[in-house]
């Protein structure tokens, strides 16, 4: 430690504020806890994203690092003095279609997302081209456990997502907001823009905030790319086996099979008598009637 602090000091301060937070608000969540019988201590203090694309611009060395794979970081600015959030953009090698289908999948996050260990959905309604859904998240980071309440409003035409806490019920962090946007760039590739905006309770120091900022936008594109480019490689195999199984059936229903050679004379007289004669069989039995010796037989059936 004492290495680091002498190569990297602005490292090691940050580190230092990140434990002694760490601390301090480990004790008052134990104290405090979410709960979803209570309304929240306020209606939002951050300002919410609007459903709709990004007024952002790229400069050309934004678009050279976007072409090797790197994500592009700005400030966008938020209306109020003094208050900036940071924009994350990231090219990904999967349709729009796809990439959204990910990222709304909301009840897998405890799978894709490092850090969710658990997000469970409580609400959801149509209004309108909107769709609403309620989730409750149970979240780990830096050996702090947190539980919030999000609400979640996601436009499938503009392929925008944006959400905020609910406030009906009582979360740990004082607020939150964020925003999606994925906008087709080719048939099988996308652009991704993602920005939040999360207040914990009481103060946190500028430097540690915003190390966690920066961390958790790059978290956030990176399980996106990850997860978009798997799902997509396993739809193309999974399309590759159905064309494969429909060739099959196409090839199976095209060979001509031989005809069949007619049956000799003989077999055919005795498949007639013996059809004749379960005719008249089921004919007496609903009579009620004794059945006559069939011709060629001893006895009675």
């Keep these: 430690t004492e290495k680091l602090c002498e190569a990297q000091p602005a490292v090691c301060v940050c580190l230092r504020q990140l434990f002694a937070c760490e601390m301090v608000f480990g004790v008052a969540l134990l104290a405090l806890g979410a ?26 060395s934004d678009e050279q690092r976007l072409k090797t794979g790197r994500p592009v970081l700005q400030a966008v600015e938020t209306g109020v003095v003094g208050a900036r959030r940071m924009l994350m953009v990231q090219d990904i090698a999967a349709p729009a279609n796809v990439v959204m289908d990910r990222i709304m999948d909301l009840s897998r996050y405890d799978k894709m997302v490092d850090g969710v260990c658990r997000n469970v959905e ?28 999000m609400e979640h409003q996601y436009d499938p035409d503009q392929k925008c997502m944006v959400f905020h806490l609910d406030y009906s019920r009582r979360s740990d962090i004082d607020d939150s907001v964020g925003y999606w946007y994925v906008q087709p760039s080719g048939r099988a590739s996308s652009r991704v823009y993602y920005s939040c905006e999360c207040k914990l309770r009481g103060w946190v120091p500028g430097p540690v905030y915003n190390v966690l900022t920066k961390e958790a936008l790059s978290k956030a594109t990176t399980w996106v790319s990850k997860e978009s480019i798997k799902e997509y490689r396993n739809m ?13 059936r196409d090839s199976l229903d095209q060979l001509k099979l031989p005809r069949m050679r007619e049956a000799p004379v003989f077999v055919s007289r005795f498949m007639d008598k013996r059809r004749d004669a379960a005719v008249r069989f089921v004919s007496n039995t609903k009579v009620g009637r004794r059945l006559s010796p069939v011709p060629g037989t001893a006895g009675c059936l």
């Design 122 to 149: 409580y609400a959801r309604e149509q209004e309108g081209c909107t769709q609403k859904v309620k989730t409750t998240y149970d979240i780990a980071v830096l050996h702090m456990k947190f539980r919030y309440y």
């Design 236 to 248: 193309q195999q999974n399309d590759g086996l159905s064309r494969f199984m429909s060739d099959m």
């Design 35 to 60: 709960v979803d019988d209570m309304p929240h201590y306020h209606r939002g203090k951050l300002t919410q994203y609007e459903i709709g694309p990004p007024s952002v611009l790229l400069s050309k």
